[in-house]
């Protein structure tokens, strides 16, 4: 009796053991469940705020964005509205030397215009003949406010080369006066007179009328 009252106490007290181990570990298998679950509500609610952290970064992002592209916008303009002024204030300073350029242009016209009027001779080179010893001399003269500043022999096929070369001295004395009531050359009357001839025809065609 006694030998079967204590396989009943220990088998009592395994049971007992048997008993509170498994209690203990179902406390624990609870707790660690219940941990798990926490964990995973952390994660999601850190990976929540992760994504609402990268939306926030994204937004500011593009705002920063928008922004420098309206001050570049802006800069642009307002470098397109300063190019557009300074082209309308370069195009007016051209058009006012333009009209400046004509006033002065016609102001000199006129000038040279009432000068000319002004003047006995018409400013250029005049051909005129004159008969010389063997026929017609031709000559080129040049005015320039009446002032005669060349003279040319430009052709006397009938005139001896000797007597024309010492008639062409006059040509130097017409232009010393300014006037062709000079005297001829001596030994060479006919040609230097047909020279002087020449050169009063030229006048006349040079005269202003």
């Known amino acids: 009796m006694k030998y079967q009252s204590f396989i009943m106490r220990v088998l009592c007290l395994i049971l007992i053991v048997g008993v509170v181990l498994g209690y203990n570990s179902m406390q624990k298998k609870d707790s660690d469940t219940?941990?798990?679950?926490?964990?995973?509500?952390l994660t999601t609610r850190v990976e929540a705020l992760e994504k609402q952290q990268d939306e926030i970064l994204s937004a500011i992002e593009e705002a920063a964005k928008a922004q420098e592209e309206a001050k570049k916008k802006a800069e642009e303009e307002a470098k397109n509205k300063k190019d557009s002024a300074a082209k309308e204030e370069a195009d007016a300073a051209d058009k006012a030397a333009e009209n400046q350029a004509d006033?002065?242009?016609e102001a000199d016209s006129s000038d040279e215009a009432e000068k000319s009027e002004d003047l006995a001779y018409k400013n250029g080179t005049y051909t005129g003949?004159?008969?010389?010893?063997?026929?017609?001399i031709q000559v080129q003269v040049t005015l320039e406010n009446d002032t005669i500043t060349d003279i040319q022999?430009?052709?006397?096929?009938?005139?001896?080369?000797?007597?024309?070369?010492q008639g062409?001295?006059?040509?130097?004395?017409?232009?010393?006066?300014?006037?062709?009531?000079?005297?001829?050359?001596?030994?060479?009357t006919f040609s230097s007179t047909g020279i002087i001839n020449a050169v009063n025809d030229a006048l006349g065609k040079a005269e202003n009328q």
């Open 34 to 41: 219940e941990k798990d679950q926490q964990i995973a509500s």
């Open 103 to 105: 006033a002065d242009s």
């Open 129 to 136: 003949e004159g008969q010389g010893f063997g026929g017609n």
């Open 153 to 165: 022999v430009v052709s006397a096929p009938g005139e001896d080369s000797a007597y024309l070369s």
């Open 168 to 188: 062409q001295g006059v040509i130097s004395t017409i232009l010393a006066a300014q006037s062709t009531d000079v005297d001829t050359i001596s030994g060479a």
